[in-house]
């Protein structure tokens, strides 16, 4: 392994991009490759089986391309698989998970909402962080359904997503939550709906800059960062279905890097 190989990302889809956002910004020399797993995308309604396999074929692909550590920008696979990973691996992996402990750590009403899949809210490592960092206040779990399927279509606005955002995130006012826990890397791209949907006192936080953080800790540690100072990264795209989507966040959010979009 040596440190001018790229970081592996993969996520069920586009989510991860949320995710690679940070990374980029947190460490501009590295170069990426991203893989999104679109034609098995949901991940958050299959079982953990399913899932560690799914994350056991995204890795190895993003191994033949030689990357030399793995972001998993996916909640689901990581509160699912990672512990698999690590332990299957001799590569260096990163983990998502939903950000219940600085939410916990700054909750004023005691009542925090998270937002996830059916997936990681079952998992047992989202209810082993829960009791470790979250026991002193109120979480009102909340399985975002069907979301996921909406914006792998291209679907972040429209009248039928509003509407069931909203039937998801209405109980959770009534329950005085102050802090709003976004725990799916897809869910960044509804912040302009959902706050229109919440009052300004509610808080809405996710786990990407803490992952790019914590992938840039990790990279010094394991001496493994890019030492080339001068030069900014390139980012690969690639996605096993149709491309389309991924295609317009390239052109929407990395306008500034040099990328290019590979379909298979
Ligand atoms: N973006 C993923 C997550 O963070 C996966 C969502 C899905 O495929 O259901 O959970």
């Known amino acids: 392994m040596t440190n001018k190989q790229p970081i592996g990302v993969f996520d069920s889809g586009i989510g ?25 995308a949901p991940y958050g309604e299959k079982s953990k089986e399913e899932i560690i396999a799914l994350c056991v074929k995204n890795v190895n692909w993003l191994l033949n391309k030689g990357c030399k550590l793995i972001v998993v920008a996916c909640n689901t696979a990581t509160t699912n698989a990672i512990s698999y990973l690590r332990e299957h691996y001799d590569v260096p992996f990163i983990g998502i998970e939903p950000a219940i402990k600085p ?7 005691q009542n ?5 899949t059916k997936g990681t809210l079952s ?6 962080t829960m009791k470790t960092h979250a026991s002193d206040v109120k979480i009102h779990e909340v399985i975002g359904k ?3 399927r909406h914006m792998e279509q291209g679907d972040f606005d429209s009248l039928t997503l509003r ?3 909203n039937s998801y995130v209405s109980p959770l ?5 102050d802090f709003l826990v976004l725990g799916c890397t897809h869910y960044p791209y509804l912040i302009p709906l959902l706050k229109e949907m919440l009052p300004s006192e509610v808080l809405i936080i996710d786990s990407g800059l803490a992952v790019a953080k914590q992938t840039s800790r990790i990279l010094k540690k394991e001496v493994l960062k890019c030492q080339n100072d001068n030069s900014i990264g390139k ?17 929407t959010h990395f306008i500034d890097y040099k990328t290019l979009l590979i379909d298979n």
């Open 103 to 109: 939410a916990a750590l700054h909750s004023k009403t």
């Open 16 to 40: 991860g991009t949320t995710i690679l956002k940070e990374l980029i910004k947190e460490l501009p020399n590295e170069d990426f490759i991203y893989y999104a797993d679109t034609i098995n």
């Open 112 to 116: 925090i909402g998270v937002l996830a």
């Open 173 to 177: 006012l009534e329950k005085q939550i």
């Open 163 to 165: 509407n069931l955002l």
């Open 146 to 148: 069907g979301l996921v």
């Open 235 to 251: 980012i690969c795209f690639f996605g096993n279905g149709t491309t389309e989507l991924l295609k317009i966040i390239q052109k």
């Open 123 to 128: 998992s047992p490592l989202f209810h082993k």
